[in-house]
């Protein structure tokens, strides 16, 4: 090794050297390379002979993960090593597209008899290519919306091994574990035994011995953390807690998500795994849109991603059977519900986004609606409405929440709640609403989705101007009358986030901070973040930014 303290390359005043060496690669000590340092790249260059085109290469440290140095167990050899890791994204061999591929590059540092010097030299690398790499995620902090997590990092991850196709250990063994050990996150692996597990644990935990909770599952899994975080006496500062996504069930929508606000291109499978497993990596955290929810009965429960009523929630439950063929069980489910096309009857309403809530108008174009007056007190249940006796479905997921019947009680009150901040928008269930709200004239649905997040699952972007911290509920719903090849080309539209653009006339969508569902059909199924709830009248709240979601 040869290494000193290079002079600032007149050519390049944009991005001067920094570290300059001569190094050996750790796998052929044959091959010499000129290794510089950049304030944005690791370059490095064969001294040897080096197939054409191939004897230099540029490596953004943005993609870098992580760096270490060390030393081998040999005692005779004095050299030291350093490891840069790298996930660039790079052209897939068999298709078309780009996804993040795992890229180590290893070098030999054995200038000095002193071993020690020789791992001294070898740190002041690794430590120099680290803080580079964390300066430049931090120029993306803006210290209001984002922030980045402690490094290095302390991780809970929470693994459910029955999800999806039951591979999560599997893809944790081979994908998650080596990314962690490159870039140097300490974490302790929790592998979920039962319904609720991952709920009742963070509950009780000691948030304290950790940076972040992980979770590598389908959705429910977090649906349980989010709840136990926020059935925690001190919920205000648990709820703050980081939250990282791994997809590792069918679905995978916030996994999907996440990936698509770093502004990648489609991938799925284990290429989602792998790029959101980068972006944990890198540790920028965003705030994170939760909604409350209210049932007829039972606690309020909190949602971070859907909550769906019809034909979503039908195929959705309906296709557990399917559950070992993965993603695929969505789209074999979805065809066995348009054979059979099913028509819900219900009120709904909302209540608009405004500019001033920081988004767009109601942009549909679709809407059929009428504004609250006296009549607005159908919205109120009856008590004798059928809807209010529980319904069961006989297919539940694997994290189905239980409710139980309670007394309601108002919601508008401002002051500090128990279990998670109060809801201002909201009126008890049985109960008028406010006068601002938008009642939807039609009362024949096929489908009702409320979405937070972009994706519905890895395949469907189904609100494409979604952010995690929009403030907003992106509102859909389709109405009765519909033909079966028409909604399947809205789902088919959905697959590229264009099914708003297909100007299907029974379709409606609306930008709302509150909403409120009624059904009126004695039977159906409603699920929260895909999970089976109590059948009856349903009624929603947005609260802008309350949890904490790791990006990259």
């Not at 140097?184 to 979920?192: K, R, Y």
């Not at 296709?319 to 993965?326: C, D, I, L, T, V």
Request: charge should be neutral.
């Amino acid at each position: 090794m040869d290494q000193r303290r290079a002079e600032p390359d007149c050519n390049n005043s944009i991005n001067p050297v920094s570290l300059y060496g001569e190094f050996t690669l750790a796998g052929n000590r044959k091959v010499r390379c000129a290794v510089s340092l950049t304030e944005r790249d690791l370059i490095v260059q064969r001294l040897t002979s080096a197939p054409v085109g191939r004897n230099k290469v540029m490596l953004s440290l943005k993609d870098c993960v992580g760096c270490r140095a060390y030393r081998e167990d040999d005692n005779a050899d004095p050299a030291a090593y350093l490891a840069a890791h790298f996930y660039p994204l790079r052209r897939r061999w068999m298709s078309s597209g780009v996804s993040r591929q795992r890229a180590e590059h290893c070098f030999r540092f054995a200038a000095l008899q002193d071993p020690r010097a020789n791992l001294e030299e070898a740190e002041k690398w690794a430590r120099a290519v680290r803080e580079r790499s964390v300066r430049l995620q931090s120029l993306r902090i803006d210290g209001v919306s984002m922030s980045a997590l402690s490094r290095p990092s302390r991780m809970m991850l929470l693994v459910n091994p029955q999800s999806g196709k039951g591979q999560a250990l599997t893809l944790y063994n081979n994908h998650v574990q080596p990314m962690l050990s490159d870039a140097g996150v300490t974490h302790t692996l929790v592998i979920t035994e039962r319904q609720n597990h991952a709920r009742e644990l963070v509950k009780e935990a000691d948030l304290s011995q950790w940076d972040a909770l992980v979770i590598m599952s389908g959705d429910g899994l977090l649906f349980e953390v989010i709840n136990g975080l926020l059935e925690r006496p001190d919920w205000e500062e648990a709820v703050r807690t980081p939250l990282g996504i791994l997809p590792g069930g069918s679905g995978n929508a916030l996994a999907a998500s996440v990936h698509h606000y770093s502004g990648a291109s489609l991938v799925s499978t284990e290429e989602l795994l792998v790029s959101c497993g980068f972006l944990l990596c890198q540790g920028l955290v965003a705030h994170m849109d939760l909604i409350s929810i209210h049932l007829s009965s039972g606690p309020r429960l909190f949602s971070f991603l859907s909550l769906a009523w019809g034909f979503v929630a039908d195929v959705d439950i309906e296709s557990e059977k399917y559950r070992h063929a993965g993603a695929a069980r969505f789209t074999v489910g979805t065809l066995v519900r348009l054979a059979s096309l099913r028509v819900y009857k219900g009120k709904l309403a909302y209540l608009p986004a405004t500019e001033d809530d920081h988004s767009e108008d109601e942009g549909s174009g679709n809407n059929t609606t009428l504004r609250c007056n006296s009549q607005a007190s159908s919205l109120a249940p009856s008590r004798d409405s059928p809807c209010q006796n529980t319904f069961h479905n006989s297919c539940h997921s694997n994290n189905s929440h239980k409710v139980r019947r309670t007394e309601s009680t108002p919601r508008r009150s401002a002051s500090k709640a128990p279990g998670g901040p109060p809801d201002t928008l909201l009126p008890p269930l049985d109960h008028p609403l406010p006068s601002d709200w938008v009642v939807v004239q039609e009362e024949d649905f096929v489908l009702m989705l409320a979405m937070y997040q972009s994706h519905l699952a890895e395949d469907l972007l189904a609100a494409p101007d979604a952010t995690s911290d929009d403030g907003v509920i992106h509102m859909f719903y389709v109405r009765a009358g519909i033909s079966r090849a028409a909604l399947l080309k809205l789902f088919l539209a959905m697959e590229k986030g264009e099914h708003l653009a297909t100007n299907c006339q029974h379709l409606g969508h609306a930008k709302v901070r509150a909403l409120r569902l009624v059904p009126h059909s004695p039977k159906g199924t409603i699920t929260v973040d895909g999970e089976v709830v109590e059948y009856g009248p349903v009624q929603a709240e947005v609260h802008r930014g309350l949890a904490r979601l790791i990006t990259g």
